[in-house]
């Protein structure tokens, strides 16, 4: 699992939880949380290119590399 933090667009902090195992779809599931409370905001799974997109739009430096 990777973890990035970033502030979304409406300003709170969140955190995305992404699984480095694709799944048998071949995408990455994940879940978001709020960084402040740690409440659970919701789940899904994204392609690798869905969130290397979801990185680069919260200007999130790290790469996804799995």
């Known amino acids: 699992m990777k973890e990035y933090y970033y502030r ?3 300003g709170y902090m969140k955190k995305i939880v992404v699984a480095t ?3 048998e779809n ?3 599931n994940f879940t978001l ?3 402040q409370t740690g409440d659970f ?3 899904g799974e994204k392609t690798k290119e869905d969130i290397e997109d979801f990185l680069k739009h919260y200007k999130i430096q790290d790469v996804f590399n799995v």
């Open 21 to 23: 195992t694709p799944n």
């Open 33 to 35: 949380w709020n960084a």
């Open 8 to 10: 979304n667009d409406i």
């Open 26 to 28: 071949g995408k990455y």
């Open 41 to 43: 905001c919701g789940q």
